[in-house]
């Protein structure tokens, strides 16, 4: 098993551009959401998936789209990259799903993000 | 709302020495479960260990044991023989049944030789 795998590992935008960062996991797991980290705030999160085909907002959603067409895979898309969107991104997933769901998350190794 | 508190931003510990990292929360809830993950220098989140609330007894994992004080809301890690592998970010986190993980704005341990 990989795991949770993250593409790319860096990546620098330019104001304005788009882009997606790739997040896919090969066990099987219901659950995936994507979190960002930034200095003296922990991590946050941005959305989340309870199955394919299902997607929520987490804490911090604004400027960022997701989709869920696969069990396996769950972009993360930035539209129109700011500067206040630099931040290390995170990709998790857990086995369970649903309310009462408290399975132990498994992180990618993340993606570092500058937005100039 | 759920939080996570974590007050110690930096902490240092010489190799083979014990230290204890401190986080408390806040929630109404009463079945919920709390977690401590490592954050090496490769970024990668690891899971150290996981504490049913429900559970009277504390978790441990070799090294790694919590002191789970459900009362007073507190959720501690002791690290046992400390090692040079284990300088990292420790972060505590908090879930119940939302979905969402919730984490303190973690600690920084350093294991000097």
């Known amino acids: 098993n990989a795991g949770v795998t993250q593409t790319p590992k860096f990546q620098v935008l330019k104001t304005g551009q788009s882009m997606t960062l790739q997040c896919a996991q090969d066990?099987?797991?219901?659950?995936m959401s994507w979190y960002r980290q930034d200095p003296g705030m922990g991590l946050r999160l941005i959305h989340y998936s309870v199955g394919a085909g299902i997607t929520d907002q987490g804490e911090v959603p604004n400027g960022y789209n997701v989709s869920r067409s696969t069990t396996e895979d769950f972009p993360l898309r930035l539209l129109s990259a700011a500067p206040s969107q630099t931040s290390v991104y995170f990709c998790a997933s857990s086995a369970g799903t649903g309310v009462g769901n408290t399975d132990t998350q498994y992180f990618g190794p993340g993606t570092r993000l500058t937005v100039l | 709302a759920q939080t996570v508190t974590q007050s110690q931003p930096e902490m240092s510990v010489q190799e083979a020495e014990t230290v204890t990292l401190s986080c408390t929360y806040d929630t109404s809830e009463n079945n919920y479960y709390l977690f401590w993950y490592k954050q090496p220098p490769s970024r990668q989140m690891i899971l150290v260990i996981r504490?049913?609330?429900?559970?009277?007894q504390n978790a441990t994992e070799n090294r790694f044991s919590v002191n789970f004080q459900k009362a007073a809301k507190s959720f501690s890690l002791k690290i046992s023989d400390s090692q040079l592998g284990d300088t990292a970010m420790y972060f505590c986190?908090?879930?119940?049944?939302?979905?969402?993980?919730?984490f303190g704005t973690g600690t920084r341990l350093q294991v000097f030789p």
């Open positions: 986190a908090f879930l119940y049944n939302t979905d969402k993980l919730i």
């Open positions: 504490q049913e609330a429900y559970k009277q």
């Open positions: 066990m099987n797991h219901e659950y």
